[in-house]
């Protein structure tokens, strides 16, 4: 499954210029883990930091100025780091699989002439089989809406790095220039977008002759962003099987249709899963209403009478929704959750974390899991390996540093100290 190895962000509110994880041209740098946590005081940029995902996958599903104004963003100007003049820039590095190369995709927004925002630039880069050393081959680069991509793999070509480079060099804000005398010119096709404020992988990914385009837009296509509402879980839908729980948790009763429909033993034993992990339930089960809908039934030790999901508790609904969801069959390659410790039990906090960690490192490839969280008792849980600390500078900004980069935390934590702790005495933060 595809994994996001690093990104960097330019110009996003408070985020004027964070990296986080390897990129192509900071090869030295771990790649991020299966399970990445961000923590830091409230008004760093957690959840600004989470929305940038969401920012990037409106912008391929509606486009850029769409992706501006939604979810209450306010418009281009209202996103763009304050006194900043440059554009809005995104940089990816990820790979398709384990054994893949990877792939860096660059994304550049501005203000055209009208003051609408717009694709200014556009880019995907992968090294050639045996490449080491040296500059990417951008397969897709795209300027104001023009400009040139490459059919295939390109797994076999061999083409001049010295040109490669020249190409890139020459290759103006304009669109129109470019080297055509290297000997990947016949798989090289000329683009010119209808839109430009429509990225050109939402256009490109759909052609069955850009595979890795096609790979990539699948992939942010396929991200899911959890914002979990448990007095949304509680609501009771039209009957209907649904295979994925959405974003705020509504189709609950849905989801929970559709895997007794299509999974039913494995259903069975996830309930009972889910019932063991929270306390004072002995099982979970189902009761189907005349009009086709199903009932989730929660029975507490001690009373004989069950309880259905609108009876709950937050933390009992937020817990199977998170369960429940890591078990689906076919998982999204990136999960992100903004805080998930809200309304849990402190100790449950241990077992979300294990859930995730067992999620995003299993064998079968389940999702990279992504999560931002202000709670210590969740980061005890965690390795430093996991940890990325957002603070806010002086001016203004967010930076990020990884709790494995200092080598007394790490040093701390093998003692037997944890991570949470030091985070609690503003340890970590005042490095």
Not at 278 to 287: F, K, N, R, S
Not at 306 to 326: C, E, N, R
Request: glycine share 8%; proline share 5%; hydrophobic share 35%.
């Amino acid at each position: 499954m595809a994994k996001i190895e690093g990104f960097r962000i330019k110009n996003y509110r408070a985020l004027r210029d964070i990296t986080i994880g390897k990129l192509w041209n900071l090869q030295k740098i771990k790649p991020l883990s299966p399970l990445t946590v961000v923590i830091g005081k409230n008004g760093v940029g957690k959840s600004t930091l989470f929305d940038a995902f969401g920012f990037l996958s409106d912008c391929l599903n509606k486009g850029v100025e769409e992706a501006c104004d939604a979810n209450e963003r306010g418009g281009f100007e209202r996103i763009r780091s304050q006194g900043s003049k440059g554009p809005i820039e995104f940089e990816i590095y990820y790979k398709q699989d384990g054994k893949s190369r990877p792939i860096t995709y660059e994304l550049s927004i501005d203000l055209d002439r009208s003051d609408r925002p717009y694709v200014k630039k556009e880019r995907l880069r992968q090294r050639r089989k045996g490449q080491t050393v040296g500059r990417p081959f951008s397969f897709l680069i795209l300027n104001n809406g023009k400009g040139k991509v490459w059919k295939g793999d390109l797994a076999g070509l061999q083409i001049d790095e010295e040109k490669e480079n020249r190409i890139d060099i020459l290759f103006s804000d304009s669109g129109e220039k470019q080297d055509d005398s290297s000997e990947e010119i016949a798989e090289k096709e000329s683009v010119e977008l209808d839109d430009k404020r429509k990225l050109g992988i939402a256009t490109l990914g759909a052609l069955k002759q850009h595979p890795r385009i096609s790979a990539f837009r699948s992939f942010i296509e396929s991200w899911y962003l959890s914002y979990f509402t448990p007095d949304s879980a509680r609501s009771l839908p039209l009957a209907g099987p649904q295979r994925h729980l959405n974003i705020h948790g509504d189709n609950l009763g849905n989801v929970v249709q559709f895997m007794e429909r299509q999974h039913r033993i494995k259903f069975k034993k996830i309930l009972n899963k889910i019932a063991a992990k929270i306390p004072g339930l002995e099982t979970i089960d189902t009761e189907k209403t005349p009009d086709g809908r199903l009932l989730l039934r929660f029975n507490d030790k001690g009373f004989s009478d069950p309880f259905y999901a609108q009876q709950m508790s937050d933390g009992t609904l937020k817990v199977f929704a998170y369960i429940l969801m890591l078990e689906d069959p076919s998982p999204p390659p990136f999960l992100c959750i903004e805080e998930p410790e809200n309304g849990l039990y402190h100790k449950l906090l241990e077992t979300l974390v294990s859930e995730f960690r067992s999620h995003a490192t299993g064998r079968k490839g389940g999702s990279q899991v992504f999560i931002t969280t202000h709670q210590p008792y969740f980061v005890d849980a965690l390795k430093p390996d996991e940890v990325w600390i957002l603070t806010k500078e002086k001016n203004g900004f967010s930076s990020i540093n990884r709790a494995s980069d200092d080598e007394l935390v790490k040093n701390m934590v093998e003692e037997g100290l944890l991570l949470g702790s030091l985070w609690y005495s503003d340890y970590l933060d005042a490095r």
